[in-house]
């Protein structure tokens, strides 16, 4: 994707929600729920604005918890922690200022974000800096974005050459922390929230009563799929708000909700497909679009990795809750 390709109005519908947004609860608050909420809502109106906003709010819930620079609702944040070789490199000069040289993919907002938190080998460590993107040493890489799906997302790949960069927390912090593992749930929140918008035309056309015996048997299905959505959101946001630094129990709840919602969201796309057939597909472009939007941002999960993770956990554990 290239500047002109770019549709500069997802980037002003951000910053524009940014601004009226303010200040949104941080995970473990106390108002854990709200904030998933928000998300939701968001990725609901529309997948690729929704998703950017993650983006910067997560930002913002990080350099909060690890002590980063302030930020401000002027600005517009990206999270660029994809780790895919070669890495990028992080070097400190006599003075203990960071620079940043490498190539970095999947990175969302590339060419409308005005700062990053992004993720480079310090040594042998892994450790977070902030960017701002404005130095002249940031260039976001023409066409390495191809997606149909989140498209807009501008997801493309970055090459930093000797960009200024502030450390966040201490090498491995980023990682080590239950916030890691509350943000990966706001994640599952934007998936919902794009869920609830694919279904949408169903629940419309079962409301006009214009539903077949088939078609209402995939709204209870999807109905019940969603709802089980609601209640897990419900009881991970009230263990978040209980124990926010628990970070064992923070793992393994994000790999739970994480599971359930991908696992409700592929049902929502499957049977919504086949419930009201290729029509909407093919004549109506908000619900063709989002149908892409969420396949792709469900690949955002790591699959049968995740399942793998989360067995291992629960063996190891020993027990079902």
Known sequence: MSTDDLDLGVAAAVRSRIASAGEIPLPGSGATRRRWDLLAAWCRDDAVVGRLLEAHF??????????????????????????????VNAVSDEHGSWSLTGRKMWCSGAHSCSHALVTARAGEDSALFAVALDSGTVTPEPNTWHATGMRESDSGAVSLAGTPAVAVG???????????????????????GVALAVADPLYRR???????????????????ALTA???????????????????????????????????????????????????????????????????TYLRQSHAEVDLENLGRAVAASGSAS
């Open 206 to 224: 079962a409301a006009a009563d214009r539903a077949g015996p088939h078609a209402l048997a995939h709204l209870g299905a999807v109905d019940a």
């Open 58 to 87: 997560d930002a913002v819930a990080i350099c909060a918890e690890l002590g980063g620079p302030a930020t401000s609702s002027e600005q517009m944040w990206g999270v660029w922690a994809a780790e895919t070789p070669p890495p």
């Open 229 to 295: 959505c609601v209640n897990t959101f419900d009881v991970a946001a009230d263990e978040v708000d209980r124990d926010p630094l628990a970070l064992d129990e923070a793992r393994v709840r994000a790999m739970r909700v994480r599971a359930i919602v991908e696992r409700a969201c592929t049902e929502v796309l499957d049977r919504v497909g086949r419930a009201l057939g290729a029509a909407p597909l093919g004549l109506d472009a908000e619900h063709s679009r989002r149908v892409a939007d969420l396949t």
């Open 170 to 192: 201490q090498p491995g912090d980023y990682t080590a922390r239950a916030g890691f593992w509350h943000g990966a749930i706001g994640v599952a929140a934007c998936w919902f």
